[in-house]
């Protein structure tokens, strides 16, 4: 085989130079539900949360965060895996901020 150091070497940086370039990370789908307040002076609680997300797709639901602001009181992050162990990060209740350009 290959018993010369720098043959061996450049052998190795040549095999992780193409494993580097297989293997980029796959970025999570983000999925963006509205969710609206069943109690409208109340806000929306975790448990709330975790039904919602329940009833629309089938795992776990590994965290939930909280991720309100003055326009968005009602906003939730949440990492779910599904049982096929596809990982997706959910939106719910958060407005999409649509930037309009008018043409003069």
């Known amino acids: 085989m290959l018993t010369h150091p720098l043959l061996q070497s450049l052998f190795c940086i040549i095999i992780l130079s193409f494993s580097c370039v ?15 307040r069943s109690v409208p002076t109340q806000p929306i609680t975790r448990l709330e949360v975790i039904a919602m997300v329940k009833s629309i797709l089938n795992g776990r639901v590994l965290s939930v965060k909280k ?16 049982d096929q162990g596809e990982f997706q ?14 043409h003069r």
């Open 67 to 82: 991720q309100s602001s003055y326009t968005n009181p009602d906003c939730h992050h949440v990492k779910f895996l599904e």
């Open 22 to 36: 297989v293997s980029q990370p796959v970025q999570a789908e983000i999925i963006n539900i509205p969710l609206k």
């Open 89 to 102: 990060m959910i939106k719910l209740g958060c407005y999409l901020e649509n930037i309009v350009q008018t």
